[in-house]
């Protein structure tokens, strides 16, 4: 089952608004989307945007009793300034909910999971053309180097790049767990953390260029407001929280309302383990 990480935090980044226009950039199960239109009943226009076309296929049934109210759109976040160029409205509340879904990691399919045999695909969205094999089996060296150090944080990156090279040179990386085997030996063990863990992810962001399309709306978040419009955005990893907080910084249009991100309580964490690495900032735009 799916459930929505930070519900409370999102619900109360937004309480007191009133939000006649609303954007649900990550749809996925449509969980915030839902308690949202539910909290504010005012909303005129929600526009919902997700890359993966299984989770806008769920959205759409849940998110069904609201009526024409809703437009949903298969998209990556990247493209919300063109959609609303198209629909017209600033937005008085602006969301994201960055990172992989559960419901992506246990699809086997989606090859997202070091845990789970699998293609070595992690596309967010079907359609694209890049995938982890592409890059795991045509990259240089350098530039596999690259991604383990500054995308996967991973200390042994120099080794791991390495060892893709030499092992390829043998067999074709096909599956997940082909990649598993080489590098399991290779990559740094830390208490509580697959040794995977920083190679998937480096490897994910950049399949699907999970920065560069982050770094672009943040760029564009005080255009997109409305005055006294809000953003919250959720992130799972030190490089999003970092480039989310560096970026609100940066706007002078924008305000931070959380001086400290927003985690997780005992209780959710209890109930939802995925929610132990989220963090969410929020800001508002004041002219």
């Known amino acids: 089952m799916h459930i929505p990480v930070l519900l ?52 759409k049934a849940k998110l069904a009793p609201f009526g024409s109210k809703v437009q949903l759109f298969h998209s990556n976040f990247c493209h919300i300034k063109a959609i609303i160029k198209a629909q017209g409205p ?29 293609p070595l695909d992690m596309r967010m969205d079907p359609s694209d053309s890049l995938t982890a094999a592409e890059i795991i089996n045509r990259y240089p060296e350098d530039k596999l180097s690259f991604i383990f150090r500054e995308w996967g944080e991973e200390p042994a990156w120099r080794k791991a790049a390495k060892a893709v090279v030499e092992a390829r040179k043998k067999k074709r990386f096909v599956t997940t767990l082909d990649l598993v085997e080489v590098l399991l030996k290779i990559c740094i063990r830390k208490p509580g953390i697959h040794p995977l863990t920083r ?44 480039l989310v907080k560096q970026k609100f910084r940066q706007k002078s249009l924008l305000k931070i309302i959380t001086k400290k991100p927003l985690i997780a309580e005992d209780i959710e964490i209890a109930l939802n383990p995925r929610s132990r690495s989220a963090k969410m900032r929020v800001a508002e735009r004041i002219l």
């Open 199 to 242: 190679v998937f992810q480096g490897l994910r962001i950049a399949t699907n260029k999970e920065l560069d399309v982050l770094e672009r709306l943040l760029e564009e978040s005080d255009d997109l407001l409305a005055e006294g419009g809000r953003i919250a955005i959720i992130s799972f990893h030190s490089l999003e929280d970092r």
């Open 8 to 59: 409370k935090e999102v619900l109360k980044a937004f309480e007191g608004l009133s939000l006649k226009t609303y954007a649900d950039l990550t749809l996925g199960a449509a969980g915030h989307a839902f308690a949202i239109l539910e909290a504010h009943p005012e909303i005129e226009c929600f526009i919902g945007l997700d890359q993966d076309p299984f989770a806008l296929a769920l959205a």
């Open 90 to 118: 600033h937005f008085d509340g602006i969301f994201a909910d960055l990172g992989v879904s559960s419901m992506q990691l246990d699809q086997a399919i989606r090859g997202m999971s070091f845990s789970k045999l699998g």
